[in-house]
């Protein structure tokens, strides 16, 4: 007989199979992850210490998932500071907030929880969220934009050095981009669309933890 055998389901526990299907779900988030661009090695982050300005750009209000990133980079030593820019957010509100907080950050992230609408015709950034992204590229500190929704998204960030997809912001979506941040998972996903003028179908950067690791 195998030393192993196939345990059927029925004789597994709910808490083992919420634990399992879990496991399931972390892995696909991690190497799914399509790391498209990272100009001057931006990547991987020196978290501890580190302060980070996050902005978090969504329709309404942000999801529950998007405190993870802030809560993932703090637990790792960062101190950051964090805005949610709606599609109707005032931009001299916003230019306030950069202006404040950005002038004592190290780096800048911004978090896309934007899907795009099917036959929109548009990337699905307001025009006020499109402002703020193109300003956010003069404020002289490394950007990092992380498509946790559409990857088209990605089109409005051609000006920062760093582009992640992520495909999706459930709590293990953003728990998995910010382990890539640290640098303590590789990035192995491959792009599922072409992004017109920018990336090709499966372009994708694949690097590896141990080339990750600052020595």
């Excluded at 020196?46 to 999801?63: E, H, I, T």
């Excluded at 949610?84 to 190290?106: H, I, N, P, Y």
């Excluded at 559409?150 to 582009?163: H, K, M, N, Q």
Aim: overall charge positive.
């Amino acid at each position: 007989l195998p030393d192993r055998m196939a345990i059927p389901d029925s004789v597994i526990t709910r808490p083992e199979r919420k634990a399992r299907n879990r496991r399931f779900a972390e892995r696909l988030a991690e190497r799914s992850l399509t790391l498209l661009r990272n100009d001057a090695s931006v990547l991987p982050l020196r978290c501890d210490g580190l302060r980070a300005g996050v902005m978090s750009f969504v329709r309404r209000s942000p999801p529950a998932s998007a405190e993870y990133l802030r809560q993932g980079l703090e637990r790792r030593g960062a101190v950051v500071r964090h805005l949610a820019v709606a599609r109707d957010a005032r931009v001299t509100g916003v230019r306030r907030w950069m202006r404040d907080s950005l002038a004592v950050m190290d780096v800048l992230i911004l978090a896309s929880h934007i899907a795009v609408a099917d036959g929109s015709g548009t990337i699905g950034l307001s025009e006020s969220q499109k402002t703020i992204f193109a300003e956010a590229a003069t404020r002289g500190i490394p950007v990092i934009l992380i498509a946790f929704g559409s990857p088209y998204i990605l089109t409005a960030g051609d000006a920062f050095p760093v582009l992640l997809a992520a495909y999706g912001d459930a709590p293990v979506s953003v728990q998995s981009a910010v382990r890539l941040l640290a640098g303590e998972i590789p990035a192995r996903g491959r792009l599922p669309v072409h992004i017109p003028g920018m990336f090709p179908l499966g372009a994708g950067r694949p690097v590896s933890v141990l080339s990750l690791i600052h020595i």
